[in-house]
């Protein structure tokens, strides 16, 4: 099956391009690196401080401890 069209019908046609997507500048891409780390530094110490354990040595008290017992 073939279409037929006017011999003028894409003499108003133009070749396609691709547009460049505009490039970030240097300044902007620094910053959200900079943003980036810093939130990823944040969740990291909060979980940290989250999962962290305080293990401090006990205190024994008078006659009590780890002495053994004659059996």
């Not at 391009?17 to 969740?43: E, N, Q, T, W």
């Not at 940290?48 to 009590?64: C, D, L, Y």
């Amino acid at each position: 099956m073939t279409a037929q069209f006017p011999l003028g019908a894409f003499d108003h046609a133009h070749a396609v391009y691709l547009r460049a997507c505009p490039a970030f500048d240097r300044a902007k891409l620094v910053s959200i690196g900079i943003a980036i780390h810093v939130l990823i530094m944040v969740v990291a110490l909060t979980v940290v401080q989250e999962f962290s354990v305080h293990i401090a040595p006990q205190k024994n008290r008078a006659g009590q401890g780890n002495q053994r017992t004659a059996a």
